[in-house]
T-cell receptor
Framework: QKEVEQDPGPLSVPEGAIVSLNCTYSNSAFQYFMWYRQYSRKGPELLMY????GNKEDGRFTAQVDKSSKYISLFIRDSQPSDSATYLC?????????????FGAGTRLAVHP | DTGVSQNPRHKITKRGQNVTFRCDPISEHNRLYWYRQTLGQGPEFLTYFQNEAQLEKSRLLSDRFSAERPKGSFSTLEIQRTEQGDSAMYLC???????????????FGQGTRLTVV
C-alpha cells in the first residue's frame, strides 16, 4: 500500500464547476500538506500549503486537512479551462524534512468551456 | 531567468549507455533535490543536498546512480549502464533552508525526460 493514495481520474468538468480533489495517507507523522499543479511537460508548481490540520483559502482554491481521518482535499471554485492540469498532493514530516515530499499519483483535471 | 534550469530537456539513449543530467538551482538556494517521475505517477524523492553535502539518498537510488553538487551550486545526476526501467522524467528542485523547520518551498525545474531504448 502506498503512503499517499490519490485517484488518478481523469476528471472532466464544465467551466464554472466546483472541483473536489482528494488524497488519503497512512503516515501519521506527516505534518506538511501541499497541493501542486503540473501542466503537461512542465515541473510541478506549488499551489497551496497547509501545516497540520485546518483550512486554507487562496482565491478560488481552498485546501482542507483532516489529520484525524488522514484525508486532505483541494477545492477549486469557478473552474476555468486554464485549470486543466494534473493536481498532485504531497506531504512531508518535520523529521523527514519539509521538502522531502511524498507525492500522490496525481489527478488529471480537464475543464471544458 | 531566475528559475531552476535543467539540461538537457530530453535525452534518448541506448540501453547500457551512461547519461548525465545537469541542474542549475535558483542562485541563493542552498538545498537541491532530485526526484524521478514515471508516466502516470507522482514524483519520487531520490536525493538531496545542502550546499555540497549529500544529506540523504533514497533506496530508489541504486549503485548505478550518482549525484554530485561539487561547489554547492549546480548539480549533476549520472546514471551508468542505463536500463529501460530508468526511462522517466528527472526533476530537480531547489529551496532555501535556514534552520529547522524554516525552509522555503521547493521550486521545480522543467525536468529532463529520459528515454532508454
Amino acid at each position: 500500500q502506498k503512503e499517499v493514495e490519490q485517484d488518478p481520474g481523469p476528471l472532466s468538468v464544465p467551466e464554472g464547476a466546483i472541483v473536489s480533489l482528494n488524497c488519503t495517507y497512512s503516515n501519521s507523522a506527516f505534518q506538511y500538506f501541499m497541493w501542486y499543479r503540473q501542466y503537461s511537460r512542465k515541473g510541478p508548481e506549488l499551489l497551496m500549503y497547509t501545516y497540520s490540520s485546518g483550512n486554507k483559502e487562496d482565491g478560488r482554491f481552498t485546501a482542507q486537512v483532516d489529520k484525524s481521518s488522514k484525508y486532505i482535499s483541494l477545492f477549486i471554485r469557478d473552474s476555468q479551462p486554464s485549470d486543466s492540469a494534473t493536481y498532485l498532493c504531497a506531504m512531508s514530516s518535520f523529521s523527514g524534512g519539509y521538502n522531502k515530499l511524498i507525492f500522490g499519483a496525481g489527478t488529471r483535471l480537464a475543464v471544458h468551456p | 531567468d531566475t528559475g531552476v534550469s535543467q539540461n538537457p530537456r530530453h535525452k534518448i539513449t541506448k540501453r547500457g549507455q551512461n547519461v548525465t543530467f545537469r541542474c542549475d538551482p535558483i542562485s541563493e538556494h542552498n538545498r537541491l533535490y532530485w526526484y524521478r517521475q514515471t508516466l502516470g505517477q507522482g514524483p519520487e524523492f531520490l536525493t538531496y543536498f545542502q550546499n555540497e553535502a549529500q544529506l540523504e539518498k533514497s533506496r530508489l537510488l541504486s549503485d548505478r546512480f550518482s549525484a554530485e553538487r561539487p561547489k554547492g551550486s549546480f548539480s549533476t545526476l549520472e546514471i551508468q549502464r542505463t536500463e529501460q526501467g530508468d526511462s522517466a522524467m528527472y526533476l530537480c528542485a531547489s529551496s532555501f533552508y535556514l534552520a529547522a523547520p524554516w525552509e522555503t518551498e521547493a521550486f521545480f525545474g522543467q525536468g529532463t525526460r529520459l528515454t532508454v531504448v
